[in-house]
C-alpha cells in the first residue's frame, strides 16, 4: 500500500515542470561510475540527464532530489535549484509497463553554466568576479548553504555549484541530501535491498533505455 | 576539509564507520553540523555564512519547507523508517533554529569571528575580499 503511494507520489510530484518529450535518440553514455546516466538532447540543444531512482550508496537517489527540489520551491528559492522531474524507463522493447518499469530521474541540465571549479581554475571567465560582486548572488549562497544544513547535503562542493554567465549560482546533484535522515531511518546504505538492486541491474542491463515516460 | 569529512563523500567504507555510530540516534550529526562550518558546505565557504536576511528568509519559510518534507516523507513505504526521518529532521530543524537564536544574541562581528574561527581557508577569494 504504501510502496504504491511512494510511486503514486513521485510520478505525479506536483512541481509544475514542463514534461520533456521526444528525445532524440543519439545517447551519450556518460558516466560509468557507480549508476548508469545518460544525456539527451532535446530540442536540439537543452540537454536532459536520466538517472534510476538509486544509486548504490543512496537507495532513495530519486526521492532526495524530488524532495529538495520541493524543500526549495516551498522556500522560495526554487530558482536555485536546477530542475528534476520523476519518470520512468521504457526499456522493455521500448513498450511502457506502467507500474513494472524502472523510476528514474531526468535532471534538466541548465544551459551555459560552468561548475565553481571550472570557472575559478579559467581567468578569462568573469562569472565569478561577477558573483563575488554580487550581494544577491552572495545571499543565494548563504541560503544554499542553510539548505545544505536543513537537508543535511552531505555533497555540497564546488563540483555540485554552477554559475551561470551573469554570476548567479545554481544548486545541482542533490542525489546525497538528506544523509543523517537516511542512515538514521536505514543504517548503512550500501545494504540496499533486494528490490532496488532488482531494479537497477535491469536498468543496467538494458541501458541505455529506448525512451523515458514522462509525466 | 577535515579527513573524516572528505572521506564521508563518497566513501563508502566511512559510512561503514559511521553508519552504526548515528543510526537510530538522531541527535548524531554529519561533521561539520555543530556550527556553520565552510566545509560542510561550500556553498558557505564561498557565499559566506547566514546573515540578518538570510535569517529572515529562514523564519518566514521554515515551515513551509518543514511541510514540504513532511509530505514527501509520507510517500515512504515504511512507517518505522518515516518516524526514524521525521525524527532526524526535526532534530536537526531544533538545531538550526537554536544557532538562529544564538545569532540574535551576537553582536554581528561577534558572530563573524566565530565564523572565521571556524573556517581555516575563509579566504576563498583572496586576500581582497
Known amino acids: 500500500m504504501h510502496r504504491q503511494r511512494f ?58 532530489e524530488m524532495t529538495s527540489q520541493a524543500m526549495y520551491h516551498a522556500g522560495g528559492i526554487g530558482h536555485l535549484h536546477q530542475k528534476v522531474h520523476a519518470t520512468t524507463l521504457a526499456n522493455q522493447g521500448n513498450k511502457a509497463q506502467p507500474g513494472k518499469d524502472p523510476h528514474a530521474i531526468a535532471v534538466h ?107 | 576539509m577535515p579527513e573524516i569529512t572528505k572521506a564521508l563523500l563518497g566513501n563508502a567504507e566511512a559510512q561503514k564507520q559511521w553508519g552504526p555510530a548515528m543510526q537510530k540516534d538522531p541527535n548524531k550529526q554529519l561533521e561539520g553540523f555543530d556550527n556553520f562550518g565552510g566545509h560542510y558546505s561550500d556553498a558557505t565557504k564561498i557565499g559566506g555564512p547566514p546573515d540578518k536576511e538570510t535569517w529572515k528568509w529562514f523564519d518566514e519559510n521554515k515551515h513551509k519547507m518543514h511541510d514540504a518534507y513532511k509530505k514527501h516523507v509520507a510517500m515512504l513505504p515504511d512507517e518505522e523508517s518515516r518516524s526514524r526521518m521525521l525524527s532526524s529532521f526535526n532534530t536537526r530543524l531544533q538545531h538550526l533554529n ?32
Open chain 1, 109 to 215: 541540465m541548465a544551459p551555459n553554466v560552468r561548475t565553481v571549479t571550472d570557472a575559478v581554475a579559467d581567468e578569462n571567465d568573469p562569472r565569478m568576479e561577477k558573483l563575488a560582486g554580487s550581494e544577491q548572488h552572495l545571499q543565494s549562497l548563504k541560503k544554499m548553504g542553510v539548505m545544505d544544513w536543513l537537508t543535511s547535503n552531505e555533497d555540497r562542493h564546488e563540483g555540485n555549484i554552477m554559475v551561470a554567465p551573469d554570476g548567479s549560482p545554481l544548486a545541482i546533484d542533490h542525489g546525497r541530501a538528506f544523509s543523517s535522515d537516511r542512515l538514521h531511518s536505514f543504517g548503512i546504505e550500501n545494504d540496499i535491498d533486494a528490490e532496488i538492486q532488482g531494479k537497477i541491474a535491469l536498468a543496467q542491463k538494458n541501458w541505455p533505455p529506448k525512451h523515458a515516460r514522462d509525466y
Open chain 2, 98 to 129: 537554536q544557532v538562529r537564536q544564538n545569532s540574535n544574541n551576537l553582536e554581528t562581528e561577534g558572530f563573524k569571528e566565530h565564523f572565521d574561527r571556524t573556517i581555516p581557508d575563509k579566504n576563498f577569494w583572496g586576500s581582497s575580499n
Open chain 1, 7 to 64: 510511486e503514486l507520489g513521485l510520478n505525479q510530484h506536483p512541481d509544475k515542470i514542463k514534461p520533456v518529450m521526444g528525445y532524440d535518440p543519439s545517447v551519450q553514455r556518460t558516466d560509468l561510475g557507480e549508476e548508469p546516466k545518460s544525456i539527451y538532447h532535446v530540442g536540439g540543444s537543452d540537454k536532459v540527464m536520466i538517472k534510476p531512482q538509486a544509486a548504490p550508496t543512496t537507495k532513495l537517489s530519486a526521492w532526495n
